[in-house]
């Protein structure tokens, strides 16, 4: 196909200016990168947490390992009675206090029909309310993808507020590939109902650990306007 | 790409006849432009946005010669193979080559324009593949053994009861009630699980292309494409080479706007960034990936005055704006796009002559414009093909010689207005006492609808100039 390969790009030099490398570079540069969108709090904690509840996620704060197994092992019985999940071979979720909660997690790669897998996210988006994962032992593709419910930790000093800066990962550790998951998913493919649960997971659980205050979930749920919902049905765990 | 886009006032005229089927596009037409313009608001500056990515796209076009071979060493550098495809029929050869190789029997796709533009499925299941479309609306579409109604929702056009029956039909499950969506979505997700886990090769489309790092971005909400990309050991991207981006910066502005655009969110469920092959101490991902990079035509469009049309980010906007869209329906253009955007790609991908119906369904409302999210000035680049549709001699003669005589009117202001005003003096004079008309020479095509109410009085013009008149 190398005749196929040199008659396109011919035909593309021919429609397009053929400008000298630096020429290029310098109008790109002067591009800039455009606005990202306006968060809903100024405090970037608040807005992450904000917008991961507005993608329809549901959101938990530990202040330390401990309470962040806790907090997991609290979902994992309200929504399965179960103690068993997946974690990817990361050395953060290896280290984690699981004895605390009673959970005994396997550590590889998620297989269908398993019903909870945890991520430790490299980073959390507040301007989209999204975390991110990279395919690779700490964090096989599948386990965002084929359990019933995906937890992710995210620690506090990892969350960036840009999208744009989250993908700074794609030129300094270039991984196979990164996942950037901002909820359940979904699909409106049956005449516009949404659904949660198409192919990967129903229900996606976003903990973030660090020392925030125990209010910001308060008004994280103000801002994302689901203060007058019910408790329990929106925020299984809050983990007090 | 076969079309038959040239029935679309038949195809319109029948799926007018549908009452369901319109209902569920006037709630399309209702709800998505709701949702956009929510969405754009909450952004804060959309407009700086919208500009931006349509002078970073811009800029990408303008300098395709650079950014294109930049992207391939990227890509190969990262592990990958990277083909090109002059036409679509290359393309379906490469990718069946490339299952062939592999002995692949099963493909699970995930959503991709091109392929349906090349119509690849068919190419690989006439060579025996088990091809298997994964987008749940695809999915659905793919069963019925019908086309995408629209470019985002292929499936939208299917009523919620039609495709219970399609899948009490088609999975061989035995009786059971699926009474609603979520009861169907569980079941096409336990069909299709069986065949992610299954398949020998994954197939994929790529949002956009990243020359600076050879990655690929790949937008979904089920996460389907990402189990296509992720699952089987051969992975094959097939896109056009238009979809090359700068830098990893313009791919996260290009889904800022992207998602907003299309359903209204700020950020899809899933967005992915693919490098290539699994490396050596990784335990997931394929073994083998390659990228399909297909012309189609592009490289004319490019180098024609309707190059903006290559700006076109696939979001659906047009399509859920338009006035004609909604009544029509996706199937009655015949083509794989529809809407604005597919009525300006049709014909340049195919032929004026098989699809100059398309550049006439449009009511020049300019909506399309307005929402476009890669600043395509869509009305205009319509107008433009009307215009060449023309001077080609294609459309019926009595529409010729209609428009030439508009033309030779409107050059001729002096008799256009003796005309206009006798005529409107007339219809007055007539229509005076029943208020309009249930019958109109010349205008058949309005009176068996509704009644052409009478003129009331006198032409704009006649009154401005007696008005301007008065006043000195």
């Known amino acids: ?21 630096e020429e290029i570079t310098l109008a790109l540069s002067r591009l800039g990168n455009g606005p990202s969108a306006t968060l809903p709090h100024p405090d970037m904690a608040i807005s992450f947490l904000t917008n991961v509840l507005k993608n329809q996620g549901t959101i938990a704060i530990a202040s330390n390992r401990s309470e962040a197994v806790t907090v997991i092992g609290k979902y994992l019985y309200e929504h399965h009675r179960s103690r068993k999940l997946v974690a990817g071979n990361d050395a953060r979720l290896a280290a984690l206090p699981w004895r605390d909660a009673g959970l005994l997690p396997r550590f590889g790669e998620a297989e269908s029909g398993e019903l909870a897998a945890l991520s430790y996210a490299v980073a959390g988006i507040a301007e989209t309310g999204s975390i991110v994962t990279c395919t690779g032992r700490n964090n096989p593709a599948a386990n965002n993808l084929l359990t019933e419910d995906h937890i992710v930790i995210v620690a506090l000093d990892d969350l960036v507020e840009r999208y744009d800066t989250a993908l700074e990962v794609l030129q300094t550790a270039r991984p196979r590939g990164v996942n950037i998951i901002s909820g359940p998913s979904g699909t409106a493919d049956i005449a516009m109902h949404m659904v949660h649960g198409a192919h990967g997971p129903r229900r996606w659980h976003v903990v973030l650990l660090g020392d925030v205050p125990a209010d910001y979930v308060d008004q994280a749920r103000d801002l994302a306007g689901l203060s007058g919902k019910s408790q329990a049905e929106q925020l299984p765990d809050t983990g007090e | 790409m076969t079309v038959s886009s040239n029935d679309f006032v038949a195809q319109a005229a029948a799926a007018l006849q549908e009452p369901e089927r319109l209902r569920t596009r006037n709630a399309l037409g209702t709800h998505m432009p709701a949702m956009r313009s929510k969405a754009a608001e909450e952004f804060g500056d959309y407009q700086a946005l919208r500009d931006h990515v349509a002078s970073v796209r811009q800029h990408a076009l303008d300098n395709l010669d650079y950014y294109l071979p930049q992207f391939e060493q990227q890509a190969l550098d990262n592990g990958n193979q990277v083909h090109y495809a002059r036409t679509g029929t290359e393309l379906n050869d490469i990718v069946l080559t490339i299952c062939q190789r592999h002995n692949a029997r099963k493909v699970a796709k995930g959503k991709s324009m091109v392929t349906e533009e090349t119509e690849l499925n068919h190419h690989l299941e006439s060579a025996g593949l088990d091809v298997v479309e994964t987008d749940l609306g695809e999915y659905i579409v793919q069963q019925a053994g019908e086309t995408p109604s629209h470019i985002v929702g292929p499936a939208l056009h299917k009523p919620e009861a039609e495709i219970r029956e399609l899948f009490l039909e088609k999975h061989p499950l035995g009786p059971r009630e699926l009474e609603d969506p979520p009861a169907m979505v569980e079941e096409a ?7 992610f886990v299954s398949a020998d090769v994954g197939i994929v489309g790529a949002n956009a292309l990243i020359a600076e790092n050879g990655y690929s971005l790949l937008v979904t909400n089920e996460g389907n494409g990402d189990l296509c990309a992720n699952l089987p050991n051969i992975l094959i991207v097939c896109t056009t080479m238009e979809r090359v981006l700068p830098r990893a910066s313009d791919a996260a502005a290009l889904v800022r706007l992207l998602t907003r655009s299309t359903t209204g969110q700020p950020i899809s469920c899933y967005t992915s960034y693919y490098s290539g092959p699994r490396r050596q101490d990784d335990i997931d991902g394929p073994l083998e990936t390659h990228f399909v990079l297909l012309d189609n035509k592009r490289s004319d469009i490019l180098a024609s005055d309707y190059k903006d049309m290559l700006q076109c980010i696939r979001c659906g906007a047009c399509l859920n704006h338009c006035p004609v869209y909604i009544g029509a329906g996706g199937h009655a253009y015949g083509s794989v796009y529809q809407g604005p955007m597919g009525s300006v790609l049709t014909p340049l991908l195919n032929s004026l002559e098989e699809s100059h119906a398309l550049p006439n369904a449009c009511t020049s409302c300019g909506r399309c414009a307005e929402v476009c999210p890669a600043n395509i000035p869509l009305p205009d680049l319509l107008r433009d093909l009307r215009h060449e549709e023309y001077r080609s001699k294609l459309g ?11 033309a030779w009117l409107s050059q001729n202001p002096r008799v256009y207005r003796f005309l206009t005003g006798l005529t409107i003096r007339t219809l007055h004079r007539l229509g005076r006492r029943s208020g309009g008309f249930t019958r109109l020479p010349f205008a058949s095509g309005w009176t068996q609808e509704r009644d052409f109410p009478a003129p009331q009085s006198d032409t704009f013009m006649h009154q401005y100039s007696k008005q301007d008149s008065q006043d000195e």
């Open chain 1, 1 to 21: 196909m190398s005749d196929a390969r040199s008659e396109i790009l011919a035909r593309v030099r021919h429609a397009s200016r053929c400008l000298p490398e």
């Open chain 2, 189 to 195: 997700r336990t069909v299709l699980r069986e065949h």
């Open chain 2, 396 to 406: 019926s003669g009595r529409w010729r010689t209609g428009m030439k005589l508009h």
